[in-house]
T-cell receptor, first 112, second 113 residues
Framework: QKEVEQNSGPLSVPEGAIASLNCTYSDRGSQSFFWYRQYSGKSPELIMF????GDKEDGRFTAQLNKASQYVSLLIRDSQPSDSATYLC????????????FGKGTHLIIQP | DVKVTQSSRYLVKRTGEKVFLECVQD?????MFWYRQDPGLGLRLIYF???????EKGDIPEGYSVSREKKERFSLILESASTNQTSMYLC????????????FGPGTRLTVT
């Protein structure tokens, strides 16, 4: 059974600080990892993906992957109120053709 | 630009009705997916398709069926709607060779009364 775990939050972070979101997964065969942002009432929007151990940076976002420890994280630098949303971690195991397993999401609140 | 569209944003149906949810993507993606999203349960995969006329069950296929007659269109069918199928339904597509990232449609909020 594939499982993806996230702290549901809410995670409250002051504006301008670094927000750190964490995700653990159970299947060691997992190969691809994704972070989606979902605003209330909207559909998920892909913001980052990572396949290899280490860090991947894209603007204010950094994804970190540690396959040995089976966790993936997302850092948001210089947090803005517009970053307030639910962040979904998703994991793919077999070649992408059988969908993703999603965590339940972490609700992030950026306090002005 | 990636685009996935769904036929309705909001839908209200009665118990026992047959319900069709349509999804269309214009990106020539091979893979298409149907999820439902419920508070506290997150996103759960109902069915997916990796080619025309092909379909595979996801984690919660009971009470649903799908149809994919054309590459760009993937339909979700509720044969006899029940109140426990009230949910947000999300369609997604992905291009296998492009790293497997999925792109979502805007969602259909279905209420079964």
């Amino acid at each position: 059974q594939k499982e993806v775990e996230q702290n549901s939050g809410p995670l409250s972070v002051p504006e301008g600080a670094i927000a750190s979101l964490n995700c653990t997964y159970s299947d060691r065969g997992s190969q691809s990892f994704f972070w989606y942002r979902q605003y209330s009432g909207k559909s998920p929007e892909l913001i980052m993906f990572i396949y290899s151990n280490g860090d991947k940076e894209d603007g204010r976002f950094t994804a970190q992957l540690n396959k040995a420890s089976q966790y993936v994280s997302l850092l948001i630098r210089d947090s803005q109120p517009s970053d307030s949303a639910t962040y979904l971690c998703a994991v793919e195991v077999r070649g992408g053709a059988d969908g993703l397993t999603f965590g339940k999401g972490t609700h992030l609140i950026i306090q002005p | 630009d990636v685009k996935v569209t769904q036929s309705s944003r909001y839908l209200v149906k009665r118990t026992g009705e047959k319900v069709f949810l349509e999804c269309v993507q214009d990106m020539d993606h091979e893979n298409m997916f149907w999820y439902r999203q419920d508070p506290g349960l997150g996103l759960r995969l109902i069915y997916f398709s990796y080619d025309v006329k092909m379909k595979e069950k996801g984690d919660i296929p009971e009470g649903y069926s799908v149809s994919r007659e054309k590459k760009e269109r993937f339909s979700l069918i509720l044969e006899s709607a029940s109140t426990n199928q009230t949910s947000m339904y999300l369609c997604a597509s992905s291009l296998f060779e492009a790293g497997y990232e999925q792109y979502f449609g805007p969602g259909t909020r279905l209420t079964v009364t």
